[in-house]
């Protein structure tokens, strides 16, 4: 049966209680509601149709943990989340045990059983016991982000760890608004993780020299494409207030959008592609990064661009804010462009309207851009990386502290091996 037609009836306590296999702390639905608000953490028993689900919520730390439970209230698949865009979720780590019996113990290592993690540009890692992978649910990159889910809202879920991930709609909008972490008690200060977030490789500065051979990852074949990567560029980004943009151009028509923490230099910069043309197949091009460079010096040293709400020091391993992407798209655009563009945003999804046509004109030559002469800016889209998901975007600086250049990494080349300069 297909999870999209159940209906789960929700019930909530204090944390899942593994040997009576129930909930612990049995609470109301309006003390769930509370602790989901302040970010505290409580659990959500869900049934529907003979199928149970249950889910752990830590909000403070933008987690959600949840387990599809077998006949016998056994955790038989485990999907750990985390929130890394606003709204968004990515699965970070996915397990699941064959049982072989109704007497098993739960997490029993005679059973076959196995363990995907999802690492650096959601690459799956998966390690199959005592069973072929085929017998274990898969998962590809794009297909481990879901929406998180509203106090209540479980549905979505649920049918993402019973099922499969539901469809979404490619234009489908993702407020861009701060991302409003639960506040600390009062008196302590913000919840930081251990670990060290994500930097930038070599990549982010020899994809934007002169013609090079890198050899990728392997990929789901076991192949290991050579990609040739040389630079394009993609006009003049305007900005004359300094307030810069970073946005998914689907996302435009329901305003919200923040600048970055940082300001740039006003003016007219350079921006330019990083073109990834693999070599047994030349048609096929990826977006490796796209640069601004707001003053002709190189860069010493990188940290995470930032929008408002944003601390880094509450990113674990290998983790990074990224901007979301639905439509394959990113954009740079001055702060002072948004009301033009929200409003000329709101039918642009009409038949032969200005999101077909840019679109259309991104697919053919990798980015587009567009004026608006009332108020001298312009917004300069681009197709970025694998498509659907998050990238990092990053902020180079100079010897002297002052920023250099603004990198949007389509992690097209993230652990790749570099062969040297096309000869």
């Known amino acids: 049966m297909t999870t999209a037609k159940v209906q789960f009836d929700a019930e909530y306590g204090e944390s899942w209680d593994p040997q009576r296999r129930t909930l612990a702390g049995p609470m109301p639905v309006a003390d769930a509601r509370r602790r989901h608000l302040a970010g505290e953490p409580y659990a959500a028993l869900l049934r529907g149709s003979g199928q149970t689900v249950l889910v752990e919520v830590e909000l403070r730390k933008d987690e959600i943990t949840a387990w599809r439970l077998d006949a016998h209230l056994r955790r038989a698949s485990l999907f750990e989340f985390r929130t890394l865009v606003v709204d968004r979720m990515a699965l970070i780590r996915m397990a699941e045990w064959r049982y072989a019996a109704a007497d098993r113990p739960e997490f029993d290592t005679g059973s076959p059983r196995c363990l995907t993690t999802f690492g650096v540009g959601g690459k799956p890692v998966v390690q199959a016991i005592d069973a072929p992978e085929s017998a274990f649910r898969a998962l590809a990159t794009h297909d ?240 970025i990386g694998w498509g659907d998901g998050a990238y990092p975007v990053w902020i180079g600086r100079a010897g002297d502290g002052e920023v250099a250049c603004i990198v949007a990494d389509g992690m097209v080349l993230s652990d790749a091996t570099c062969l040297g300069p096309v000869e």
Request: hydrophobic share 40%.
């Open 144 to 383: 481990r982000w879901v929406d998180q889910p509203g106090f209540g809202s479980w549905k979505p879920l649920a049918t993402f760890v019973l099922d499969s991930p539901p469809e979404r709609d490619r234009h489908r909008v993702v407020p861009h608004a701060p991302h409003e972490r639960p506040a600390a008690p009062a008196g302590e200060p913000p919840i930081a993780r251990q670990g060290c977030p994500m930097q930038p490789g070599p990549e982010i500065v020899t994809m934007f020299g002169p013609p090079t051979r890198y050899l990728l990852e392997a990929d789901e074949h076991g192949g290991t494409p050579e990609v040739v990567v040389e630079t394009r560029p993609a006009g003049m980004l305007r900005l004359p207030t300094g307030q810069l943009v970073v946005a998914d151009p689907g996302h435009l028509a329901t305003g919200g959008r923040e600048a970055l923490t940082a300001t740039f230099p006003r003016g007219r910069h350079p921006v330019t592609l990083a073109l990834a043309r693999f070599a047994e197949n030349p048609e096929h091009v990826r977006v490796a990064g796209c640069r601004v460079d707001v003053r002709d010096v190189a860069p010493v040293t990188w940290e995470q661009a930032l929008f408002p709400g944003q601390d880094p020091s509450t990113l674990g391993d290998g983790e990074f804010f990224g901007v979301g992407v639905d439509a394959g798209l990113l954009s740079f655009f001055d702060a002072a462009a948004l009301p033009g563009l929200v409003e000329a945003s709101r039918h642009w999804d009409e038949p032969r309207g200005l999101w077909e046509e840019l679109s259309a004109t991104v697919l053919a030559a990798d980015s587009v851009e567009l004026e608006d002469p009332e108020t001298g800016t312009n917004l300069i889209a681009f197709r």
